[in-house]
């Protein structure tokens, strides 16, 4: 997987509390996916909403950044730009859990267990889904981003 290529960005984060809040989604994710208790997944929607949408940290990327300070443990910078992609797939992802809910409790419930998968992979294995999606689907088709800022 060292041939992966991922989109970057001038901001940095934590990689150990995304680490934590990608192994806490997957966690709620599950949760739902198996119990069918629906305001967890209007939860993660609405953190991903934050995260996507806004500049803030969203309550799970908190909870993760206070795990990290309550282990003792220094914090490992990493780029933003992978995260933000991965989370756009999360969005959409947990979006569409949340509108095939009143359709089907059950194409919701696997579209959620898909999304805590990829959680998973990210959160306890640090594979990134999004950066493979971003190699073999996202460049192929439309090509690296222009970086240089004059031909923008």
């Known amino acids: ?3 992966l290529i991922c989109p970057i960005s001038p901001e940095t984060i934590d990689k150990r509390a995304a680490r934590i809040g990608a192994a806490l989604t ?9 119990t069918g208790v629906w305001p967890v ?9 934050v995260r996507v949408l806004t500049p803030y940290r969203s309550p799970i990327a ?17 780029n933003k730009g992978p995260k933000i992609f991965a989370w756009r797939i999360g969005f959409l992802m947990a ?11 059950t194409a919701s419930a696997v579209v ?4 805590a998968a990829f959680n998973v992979l990210d959160g306890v294995f640090n594979l990134c889904v999004g950066c493979v ?15 240089d800022p004059a031909t923008n």
């Open 1 to 3: 997987m060292s041939n």
């Open 26 to 34: 997957a966690t709620l994710l599950v949760t739902y996916a198996f």
């Open 41 to 49: 997944l209007v939860f993660v929607v609405a953190d991903y909403v």
């Open 62 to 78: 908190r909870f993760g950044a206070a795990a990290v300070k309550v282990t003792g443990l220094e914090p490992k910078r990493m």
């Open 95 to 105: 979006l569409v859990a949340l509108v095939l809910l009143p359709v089907s409790v």
């Open 112 to 115: 959620a267990a898909a999304l």
């Open 133 to 147: 999606i971003y190699t073999y689907v996202v460049l192929p088709y439309f090509g690296p981003p222009d970086l």
